[in-house]
Each structure stands twice: as structure tokens, then as C-alpha cells.
């Protein structure tokens, strides 16, 4: 058999079979980075992909909104439900990030990129907002 008819059934038997994109492996190096405290650290390592370094968003194959003087931070719970369980494009991070990392996020976010939210969100707020982590099926 001709190799470049061999390639191309082997490409179109791999197209028959989607992986699904999970959101249990997020941020730009696409794995659990649970050595991550610091607000900071989770930003640049998991939110920073999309919400760019600056906290300005973008726009491509979808509206990625911006941190940056973003007045729907206001109240901490709104974006730790959206942290929590995704909203649009952005997927779930409860079960990925823990409670710890999502509140030290949320409060870095909420004190940078223009925001000067002064009050905190802590672990148990967020261990409050929880729902069940989301489970993937196959």
C-alpha cells in the first residue's frame, strides 16, 4: 500500500476518535500545580494563558473579559463562583485549584490590574460556595 495512503487512513481513524478537553488540566503548562500558593502564582501559571499577563483579556476564538478594572469584582463571590464552576469559555476550577488557591487568587486579582477591592475572601468562603466537583464522562 502507498504510504501517503496509509497516513491518511491512520490520520482519519485518529479524527474518529475526539479526545474531550477537560478542565482538570489548566494554565499554560496543562497540569495540577498544587505547589502553587501565592495569588500571584496561580495567576501567572493558570489565569495568565487567557487573561493575559496585563489583565486586559483578548478576544479569538472567544471573548476572554478582562480583569483589569473590572467592576463585577466587586463582590468577591462573583468571581469565585466563576472560578468554582466556569462560566462560557472558561472552565471549572473547583476540584483542579483548592480552596486556598482559588481565595489567593480571587483577593490578587481583586488588588491588582487596577482593582483596589479591599476586602478578602478566605478558604472557607470559598469551601462555603462549593458545590460537587464536576465529574467528566467519557
Same mark, same amino acid.
Given at each position: 500500500?502507498?504510504?501517503?495512503?496509509?497516513?491518511?487512513?491512520?490520520?482519519?481513524?485518529?479524527?474518529?476518535?475526539?479526545?474531550?478537553?477537560?478542565?482538570?488540566?489548566?494554565?499554560?503548562?496543562?497540569?495540577?500545580?498544587?505547589?502553587?500558593?501565592?495569588?500571584?502564582?496561580?495567576?501567572?501559571?493558570?489565569?495568565?494563558?487567557?487573561?493575559?499577563?496585563?489583565?486586559?483579556?483578548?478576544?479569538?476564538?472567544?471573548?476572554? *473579559?478582562?480583569?483589569? =478594572?473590572?467592576?463585577?469584582?466587586?463582590?468577591? !463571590?462573583?468571581?469565585?463562583?466563576? @472560578?468554582?464552576?466556569? $462560566? +462560557?469559555?472558561? *472552565?471549572?476550577?473547583? =476540584?483542579?485549584?483548592?480552596?486556598?488557591?482559588? !481565595?489567593?487568587?480571587?483577593?490578587? @486579582?481583586?488588588?491588582? $490590574? +487596577?482593582?483596589?477591592?479591599?476586602?478578602?475572601?478566605?478558604?472557607?468562603?470559598?469551601?462555603?460556595?462549593?458545590?460537587?466537583?464536576?465529574?467528566?464522562?467519557?
Amino acid at each position: 500500500m502507498n504510504s501517503h495512503i496509509l497516513r491518511a487512513l491512520v490520520i482519519a481513524g485518529l479524527a474518529a476518535f475526539p479526545v474531550a478537553a477537560l478542565a482538570d488540566s489548566p494554565g499554560a503548562g496543562g497540569e495540577r500545580k498544587s505547589d502553587m500558593q501565592s495569588g500571584a502564582e496561580v495567576y501567572r501559571h493558570v489565569c495568565q494563558a487567557c487573561h493575559m499577563a496585563d489583565g486586559k483579556g483578548g478576544k479569538g476564538a472567544a471573548v476572554i *473579559p478582562a480583569l483589569a =478594572g473590572n467592576p463585577k469584582l466587586a463582590i468577591s !463571590a462573583y468571581p469565585a463562583g466563576v @472560578v468554582l464552576n466556569g $462560566f +462560557g469559555a472558561m *472552565p471549572w476550577f473547583n =476540584g483542579t485549584l483548592s480552596p486556598e488557591q482559588i !481565595a489567593n487568587v480571587i483577593n490578587y @486579582v481583586r488588588t491588582h $490590574f +487596577g482593582n483596589s477591592y479591599a476586602d478578602t475572601l478566605s478558604a472557607d468562603d470559598v469551601k462555603a460556595m462549593a458545590g460537587p466537583v464536576p465529574h467528566v464522562t467519557h
